[in-house]
């Protein structure tokens, strides 16, 4: 019994190094880089999203705690309007 079983053990062992050899060598070549390095952008341009909702959900908030007029509105009125009224 402990040697068919040590026999199986080390087939699958061997069977495991050489599937991960093969994924390790595949992905060291040209096309493997290149998957590599998409993957990494499309994980930093989905980061980059992520922070911009947070940073304009946080703004938001801060907007209304301080009482303040949403982002794009103009806060002052135009000069000539502002002649008009004190004359």
């Known amino acids: 019994m402990g040697r068919p079983l ?3 053990a080390g087939a699958g062992v061997g069977v495991y190094a050489a599937a991960r050899a093969r994924r390790a060598a595949e992905s060291l070549t ?3 880089l290149r998957d590599r390095v998409r993957g990494w ?3 930093a341009r989905l980061f980059a999203e992520e922070v911009q909702q947070g940073r304009a959900e946080r703004e938001t908030e801060l907007r209304e705690q ?3 007029r949403p982002h794009g509105l103009p806060e002052l009125t135009s000069s000539t309007e502002q002649m008009k ?3």
Do not use: I, N
């Open 6 to 8: 040590w026999f199986v």
């Open 30 to 32: 040209a096309d493997g």
């Open 41 to 43: 952008q499309a994980g």
């Open 66 to 68: 301080l009482g303040l």
């Open 85 to 87: 009224d004190q004359h």
